[in-house]
């Protein structure tokens, strides 16, 4: 039974190959995607294709990525977590308190993990023990980050971060910035365990085959447990990152930064009930979001009017994926 | 069939000495008693504030907490309804803002309350079609499609206000949010009235029924007969109609709008209809439970104001209360499986 299940997983043998090659299909779409956007700002505004700005959009989109990780597996087992924006907001005030209390950035980055790490447990446990849907589950812990945000702060701003924090967003090791580095480590670590371990084998199965898993003795929810808790890890390591780059902490710093986040994984092909997901798509997915924000911010469109192109564009991206359902 | 003879006499006499009051409790359906338990949820709860503080019990107070369960319960009627096919609206928030900040855009503009009122609904009616558009036709799961319509709708209207504040409105106008009549808010009086459309319309016409049938089972109603997307449509149709009431009334009240008005009521509408009873799974619930959810929630919300919480606190309160809420009714359902 154990062996039949594994090797339907598509990350082995011949399952791999196809995979693959489905995959090719989205690929082209979000690829497409990035290209249109890139060639439409290259002609609308005058900045766009210079060096420093397109350093400028890999940098800023270093922290999406950090999310967009982490919510790629959560779509992948069919759930959803709204709450990631709140807690990254949460342990940017936390990560920002004790790093001005303490001067220092190890206890304040063990903090703000902290903060992710309970988040994702109690979001993981509200999921998979208590069986509460994923999207209202994450709504209530999403109300309760926003509201201590606040509490934490009483809504205002804690400035005097230490030069030690910042140089983790402005600083550069080997004539690469920094968050470009964590950034990439991040993702080289999720490739490896998406595709390259029995953990990410069990993730795949998670979404498109939960039964089977079950059957072959597999202890799903501590896997989605698992799930839900990296993606509050996740969130504490981009406060880290979030907090350097605005040198502050804000009781609203991130609000709604889940949807440029699940944004960037459905236009990146990832699908929301199927358990098929793609990493290298949310990479693209997450240039695409960083690419349309930082084009309309040239054209000076203001953040929140952005956040609508950010919600056409995904809508365009699931018409075309509806489109290619109905033709295969 | 021997050996139990203790047990089952046992038994027996309990349900004798039983056979009167419990009898009776055992004999009401379902939803009678879960709506009697949260009417006495309710009760409790109005004892518990009137003993922890002085100024609860006062004609100001009372009348206060009315006119803003009234608010809620607008909003949440219409959800409830999205919530009772087995989705879920997300989007009636920015609904409330962009419905308002359009009806007052045009009130300035042209100065007729009647424009304002048509605009205010008519915007509300139009993105509750566009939602239900989006779940039926491209297939996309409800959450995720009001989910990107709150974030479209937030940009939009955004755009559109500039970051400006519009406020003073004709004291005609006004008079739907603070107006009185008899010593009572309209907007309790509107909500009396919708509840009593909202009671007959889900639980006596042959539509309502229908939204009921389609969320219990969506497969068995398409078998016998019921047009499934035309339901659907109309629950989100319906749901972002009464977020345009609910952004006129909040409007009238504020007496001014900005582009983040009403935004913050998506978690205490969804709270609402949930602590009313109302399953997220589908078929289970009503329109009378998501009026004493919404007088639960205020009642709290007021409680922690009188005892002077900061108000920093009542998102956290209101989302522990929609997962405790969830949380109680799976344990309810897997009693009944039993």
Redo the contacts between chains.
């Keep these: 039974m154990h062996e039949m299940t594994v090797r339907a997983e598509p990350v082995e043998g011949v399952g791999k190959l196809t995979a693959r090659l489905k995959h090719a299909g989205s690929a082209s779409g979000a690829l497409m995607m990035l290209i249109v956007l890139c060639a439409v700002f290259a002609f609308s505004t005058e900045n766009f294709l210079d060096g420093a700005n397109l350093v400028n959009v890999a940098v800023q989109s270093t922290i999406l990525l950090l999310l967009a990780l982490p919510m790629t597996l959560i779509i992948m087992t069919e759930g ?1 977590d ?1 709450s990631m924006g709140a807690v990254l907001t949460l342990a940017n005030v936390v990560l920002a308190t004790v790093a001005v209390n303490t001067g220092g950035v190890s206890l304040a980055l063990l903090a703000a993990l902290g903060v992710g790490l309970a988040f994702g447990l109690v979001n993981g446990t ?1 999921v998979s023990r ?4 994923p ?3 994450t ?6 980050a ?3 945000a ?2 934490v702060t ?2 205002q701003s804690v400035v005097g971060i230490p030069a030690s924090v910042q140089m983790f967003y402005s600083g550069a090791f080997l004539g690469v910035p920094a968050p470009i580095w964590i950034a990439g480590i991040a993702y080289a670590l999720f490739h490896v365990v998406l595709y390259h371990t029995r953990f990410g084998a069990n993730v795949f199965a998670l979404g498109g085959n939960r039964e089977a898993l079950t059957l072959a003795g597999v202890r799903t929810r501590l896997y989605l447990v698992a799930v839900y808790v990296i993606g509050g890890l996740m969130a504490g390591l981009a406060a880290l990152l979030l907090t350097a780059r605005i040198s502050s902490g804000h009781p609203t710093a991130a609000l ?1 930064m889940e ?1 440029d986040a ?1 944004a960037a994984v ?1 236009v990146g092909g990832t699908s ?2 199927k358990g098929k997901g793609w990493l290298l798509g949310t990479l693209i997915g997450v240039l695409a979001v960083g690419v349309l924000r930082n084009g309309l911010n040239l054209m000076g469109v ?1 953040s ?9 564009l ?2 365009l991206a ?2 075309i994926d ?1 489109f290619r359902g109905k033709q295969s | 069939m021997k050996t139990p003879t203790l047990s089952s006499s046992a038994a027996a006499s309990a349900q004798q000495n039983a056979s009167g009051l419990q009898g009776l409790w055992q004999a009401l359906p379902d939803p009678v008693r879960s709506v009697a338990f949260r009417l006495l949820a309710l009760g409790l709860l109005c004892l518990a504030l009137s003993f922890a503080s002085d100024a609860f019990l006062t004609t100001t107070n009372l009348v206060n907490v009315l006119r803003q369960a009234a608010l809620l319960f607008l909003l949440a009627s219409g959800v409830t309804l999205v919530i009772l096919t087995a989705g879920l609206d997300l989007s009636v928030g920015a609904n409330v803002a962009m419905s308002a900040c359009l009806a007052a855009t045009l009130m300035k503009a042209t100065g007729s309350i009647t424009l304002a009122v048509f605009a205010g609904l008519g915007c509300g009616l139009l993105i509750g079609i566009a939602n239900g558009l989006l779940i039926t036709l491209l297939r996309l799961p409800p959450f995720i499609a009001t989910y990107g319509m709150l974030w479209i709708l937030h940009g939009v209207t955004y755009w559109f206000m500039k970051g400006e504040t519009i406020h003073g409105f004709p004291p005609a106008f006004r008079a739907i949010g603070s107006g009185h009549w008899l010593g009572i808010p309209i907007p309790v009086y509107l909500m009396v009235a919708f509840l009593f459309i909202g009671v007959v319309f889900a639980q006596r016409t042959r539509w309502g029924q229908e939204i009921y049938a389609v969320g219990a089972n969506p497969e068995a109603a398409r078998l016998s007969g019921v047009p499934v997307k035309s339901r659907l449509v109309l629950v989100y149709a319906v749901s972002g109609a009464m977020a345009g009431l609910a952004s006129l009334i909040f409007l009238a009240r504020l007496n001014s709008a900005e582009g983040d008005i009403g935004e913050a009521l998506t978690l205490p509408a969804i709270a609402a209809v949930l602590i009313g009873g109302t399953s997220l799974f589908g078929g289970v619930g009503s329109v009378f439970g998501t009026l004493v959810g919404a007088l639960i929630l205020t009642l709290v919300l007021n409680g922690m104001n009188l005892l002077a919480i900061s108000s920093n606190w009542q998102p956290v309160v209101t989302g522990v209360i929609v997962v405790l809420a969830v949380f109680l009714d799976n344990l309810t359902r897997k009693g009944d499986r039993k």
Excluded at chain 1, 130 to 133: E, K
Excluded at chain 1, 139 to 144: D, E, P, R
Excluded at chain 1, 304 to 312: E, T
């Design positions: 959803l709204l509200l208590l069986g509460i849907p999207f209202v589950a709504l209530g812990t999403l109300g309760a926003q509201g201590l606040l509490v009483d809504g709604g949807f699940i459905a929301f009930e203001t929140a009017v952005q956040v609508s192109a950010i919600g056409l995904v809508i699931l018409m509806a």
